[in-house]
Structures are given as C-alpha cells and as structure tokens.
C-alpha cells in the first residue's frame, strides 16, 4: 500500500451545491498560506469535482461527546465514481464498518465523510494535494488539528456541533481492484517458482544446506564409532529478509475481493483522521499496532467479510 497522508487544514465550508465530503475537501486547498503550492490547483479542482454536484440540504453536524445530549455524528457516504457498476460496493456494510471503527477509536459521535472514486479523480486529487501525480488507494483529510498524542484528539477550537468533525476519506475502488489482481497474479506466481524449486531440490531460506556422510579414514575401527561422529554438518547462512506482518497493508496482501480490502482501508484512513501516521520508525510502530487492534475487534462485531453479506443496500 502506498504511503498517505493525513492532511490536517482549517475546516472552511463554502456555499456550494457540491456532496458534504468533496465541499469539505475542495476547501481545505485554500485554507493555510502554507499549503500556498496548492492554490492554482484550486479552480481545476473545483471544476473536477462540480461533475459531483447534488443539490440537497444535508450538512455535518456532530456533537460534544461530552453533552447530555450527545448523539452519534454523521456519517456521510458517496460512491462518485463514473461508472459504480464495474466493481459493485455495499454501500450499507460499508456505513456499518465506518460507524463501528468510529466507535472502537473513541469518537462515536465526531461526523466523518467517504467518497468512493476512481483513478482519474483520486489522481487529480492527490496531484492538488500531494503534488504527486499518481493515484493511491486511500488519502484522508483530517478536521482536526489539535492531538494530545496519535489516537487522542485535543479539545476543539470552538464547542459547535460542526466542529465536532474527523474529517474526509477517498478511495479509489478501480486501484484497489487493479491491485487485488495483482497480489493474486504476483502470489501464484511465486507459489509456482517455489514449486518449481521444491521439485529441484532447493533448499529454502535458513534452512541447512546439507548433512552428509564423510568417512574420517580408511582405518576400519574408526567405522565402529556413533554414528554422530561420522557426519559433517555443514552449514551455509542465508540472509531473511525481516518481515513485518503487522497493519492493514500486509494483512490486505491475500485478500482478492477488493470490496473486504475497501473495509481494511477504512481502518487506515480513520486512524489517519485521528493523528495516527506512519513517517517515522516510532509512528509506524503506533499505528500498524492500533489497526491490528481495530480489524481485530471489527472482525469480532462484524464477522470476516464484515458484514459484506449480510448487509442490505441503502
């Protein structure tokens, strides 16, 4: 999985007809005179996205979890890609899994926004944010910008309800797909080269390259001693390269159905929205500990597919 950033800007709503989670986004490219590199993307960005536009009433209000009347934020969820019947999601499973993560990282009643895209969109997208001109699988724009440490928000700049806010999520369903079909490709590919290798006789990493039988001389009382002294070991070291199976990424590796490898992403773009991050050796080593904890207690509530079968469509 490539490397995302959360994108941490002051929340500024414009007056437009566009769906909550792309307004929210299009303002954050004006928000910080540090962010000035992103300006002159502004206009191509909002004409992009002008194609999302739906006219309806719908905002996003969340609430002080601390009230007396403290009720569940929004979640709004959009599948904005041209042509959502190539690669069908669940959009009912997928409101499930967000409602659920939002719960298990503390913040059940802060609003949060997923669109659905595809290449050419999350392309544009990062391009305006990132400056890299290539898509991704998952970019998440935080709300918020106060963190007591990665996973603990600070308190917000002003108790309102629409400050009470995470902040937005795209993923790309089309590279998603593309690279399920390439882990399944590049997985059977190397299951038939160790194959191959098995039937040569091969030996595999770490493994000890031979044992055999060396007479020590030709004198025939020597071949009266234990067996163990008449063989040579001989061992050959083979360097392992270190893997870490922990986090969302390699647990994504053998999972074929884009639509369960969406339901992973979720985990990490949310924790994104929450100060996790994955830049320094220390922050990498919070965060994939932290997914591994929520997919564990989302599979534990939702079942494996996460709920992907059972859930009705919105």
Known sequence: MQTTLAVSAVFIRPVSSL????????????????????????TELYTSYARFARFHQTRLFGSNPNSSN?????????DDRNDSST????????????????????????????????????????????????????????????????????????????????????????????RC??????????EGHNNDKDNDGLMEEGEVVSEHSVQSSDDPQEEEKDDD????????????DEYDDRGVAPAMQYIYNPEIRIHMLIVHGMLHLVGYDHI???????????????????????????????????
């Open 19 to 42: 769906s909550p989670c792309i307004e929210s986004l299009i303002s954050r490219t004006y928000s910080r005179s540090s962010l000035s590199r992103r300006y002159h993307h502004s």
């Open 70 to 78: 403290a009720k569940p934020g929004h979640i709004i969820l959009s």
């Open 87 to 178: 690669i069908p999601i669940n959009l009912s499973a997928l409101h499930k899994t967000i409602e659920v993560t939002r719960d298990i990282i503390g913040y059940p009643t802060y609003d949060v926004s997923l669109s659905l895209v595809d290449n050419e969109y999350m392309k544009e997208i990062n391009l305006a944010t990132r400056g890299m001109d290539s898509t991704t699988d998952v970019l998440s724009f935080c709300f918020q910008e106060k963190f007591i440490k990665p996973g603990t928000l600070g308190e917000v700049e002003f108790d309102l309800s629409d400050y009470y806010n995470l902040g937005d999520m795209l993923i790309d369903v089309e590279y998603v797909k593309n």
């Open 181 to 190: 079909d390439e882990d399944r490709k590049l997985h059977a590919s190397e």
């Open 229 to 240: 002294d008449d063989y040579e070991y001989e061992y050959m070291e083979v360097e392992v």
């Open 280 to 314: 320094t050796d220390d922050d990498y080593e919070l965060m994939v500990v932290r997914e591994d904890e929520v997919l564990a207690e989302l599979r534990r509530r939702l079942g494996e597919d996460f709920g992907i079968g059972r859930a009705l469509p919105l």
